[in-house]
């Protein structure tokens, strides 16, 4: 392994780690499935090393939000299967509803969306940090400073030893 792979293996490490604090800060925490998703990908190709993040495609729309049009329901349309239905439902029987009251529940949830987009005003409840929207912006914010130092430590280190080498080599 490379010493560039190490660094950003460390880097990878604190971003994941910061990710997952902010993600249950704003109450976005029931599976822990967002969470697991999160993954740095590793690669490198010459002489350059690079660490390229991944998550659950539904983490764009935690991250921005949605607005009231671009949620998926229209009350009444006599649709007779809707996936976001669906998944608020389920959502609900993790909670522990029965089903009965996870279908009430997942309806009463889509108007309330409808109206006032994603997150709701009643949401904010479930953050303990008073935010449901930006973890992206908001773990760079937290974590940006102490990823920069790895790097740029791990870089030190990395030019000290080669220009030990090659001071050796020469003398």
């Given at each position: ?23 249950r ?41 949605v ?23 389920t ?16 309806f ?45 430590d ?18």
């Amino acid at each position: 392994m490379s010493a560039a792979i190490a660094i950003l293996r460390e880097a990878d490490t604190v971003i994941k780690k910061a990710f997952g604090q902010e993600l249950r800060e704003q109450g976005h925490y029931l599976t822990g499935g967002l969470e697991r998703s999160i993954n740095g990908e590793i690669s490198e190709v010459g002489n350059v090393a690079q660490l390229e993040g991944t998550a659950a495609n539904y983490s764009v729309f935690l991250d921005a939000g949605v607005t009231p049009e671009k949620v998926p329901f229209k009350q009444g349309s006599g649709a007779g299967h809707s996936k976001y239905i669906d998944g608020l439902i389920t959502y609900f029987k993790l909670r522990g509803l029965s089903d009965k009251e996870a279908e009430r529940a997942a309806f009463a949830t889509a108007k309330v969306q409808k109206n006032e987009g994603m997150p709701t005003k009643g949401s904010y409840a479930y953050s303990k940090n008073n935010e449901r929207k930006l973890f992206i912006e908001r773990t760079e914010n937290k974590v940006g400073t102490e990823v920069n130092s790895i790097v740029s430590d791990g870089l030190d280190e990395m030019f000290d030893a080669i220009f030990s080498k090659q001071k050796s080599e020469t003398i």
